[in-house]
């Protein structure tokens, strides 16, 4: 247990580490200041490990000797990363006479924004629409409609001894090496681009996807931030009074009978300063992206799509016109 709390301590460095250089900025968004909180919660305090151990965490995780559920997610995060890097890294964390972390985080900050908007983002659907395409597998204009064509595994529908669905490759790069993939629609839900080895299940004490996508960190890592509507309630606010049950101060029916909401308004979303619990699951409705070509053709195109929301939601300005 104490080895796996040291893998993740070091796994929060390694991210912010591999895009900067020998500079530890972006880490402190998880690890303090000073390197004296415990990242997501879980970590050890990594002010508390040596330089010696520092190094050797990092060296293993670049060479595959070292580490346990988070190794496949690490490694690539440190393959960039010199020896002169790691040294430098570990002297600034442990105190030994590296360049202060407030010399070099403007030049990062600057940098890793416009790295990650000049990359370019991946459409899982290209293709789908091709004309060739459309005209092969609309069924209405053959004269005969084969068993074979009728499904999507593309198979006789009278001997399925040997039918398997389409094998989907789930092998991604780590976090902050993989591309991006555009958005199907309009504030769709972003699909997960990189592994995720090592860092499901979510569970009430430890949402891994935080340490990197949280507002404040995610410009220095090169991730996507969480949106605002995440950090917004737009619920009524229930409460049980004298045996009644009150929504947004109105009775709207007995303990055991909510009544009829229908009419119930929220008068203004609630703004918090940390994430709303029912969008604290992350993989309800963001799932990885696998590396599979689409069953069918289709013609569907979203509206509004443009460049900017291909990578960007305003999930929130559409919420707050809702209940305005």
């Known amino acids: 247990m104490k080895r796996t709390i040291k893998l ?14 020998a500079s530890t900025a972006a880490c402190k968004g998880c690890h303090g200041q000073s390197f004296e909180k415990k990242a997501m919660g879980k970590s050890k305090v990594v002010k508390d490990m040596s330089k010696a151990d520092i190094v050797a965490a990092l060296k293993g995780y670049k060479d595959g000797s070292y580490g346990g559920a988070m190794k496949g997610l690490m490694k690539g995060q440190v393959a960039s990363l010199s020896d002169a890097d790691i040294e430098a890294i570990a002297a600034e964390i442990a105190g030994d006479g590296a360049a202060p972390a407030a ?9 890793v924004p416009a790295a990650a908007a000049a990359a370019k983002l991946v459409n899982i659907n290209a ?8 005209s092969k597998e609309d069924l209405g204009n053959k004269k005969e409609v084969t068993e074979e064509a009728l499904g999507l595994r593309k198979t006789d529908l009278y001997s399925e001894d040997t039918a398997e669905p389409v094998a989907a490759d789930f092998d991604r790069p780590a976090p ?3 591309t991006k993939f555009e958005r199907a629609y309009v504030n769709a839900p972003p699909m997960i681009p990189h592994s995720v080895d090592g860092l499901l299940p979510i569970t009430k004490d430890n949402n891994q996807c935080l340490g990197c996508h949280m507002p404040d960190v995610a410009a220095g890592v090169g991730a996507t931030p969480i949106p605002p509507s995440h950090f917004t309630n737009y619920r ?19 303990k055991g009978d909510i009544g009829n909401v229908g009419d119930i308004k929220v008068a203004q979303a609630k703004k918090l300063n940390h994430l709303y619990q029912g969008r604290f699951n992350c993989t309800q409705c963001h799932a990885p992206q696998a590396k599979i ?3 069918v053709g289709n013609t569907f195109k979203p509206d509004g799509l443009d460049d ?3 990578a960007h939601s305003n999930l929130a300005d559409a919420m707050n016109e809702g209940v305005e």
């Open 8 to 21: 993740l301590a070091v796994g929060s460095l390694l991210a912010a580490s591999a895009l900067y250089g």
């Open 103 to 111: 010399e070099a985080a403007p030049a990062a900050a600057a940098a």
């Open 127 to 134: 293709g789908v629409d091709d004309p060739n395409r459309l």
């Open 176 to 178: 902050g090496s993989a």
């Open 236 to 254: 009524p606010e229930t409460v049980l009074k004298n045996g009644e049950l009150v929504k947004e101060g109105k009775v709207v029916g007995l």
């Open 293 to 295: 070509d689409p069953l």
């Open 308 to 310: 900017t929301l291909k």
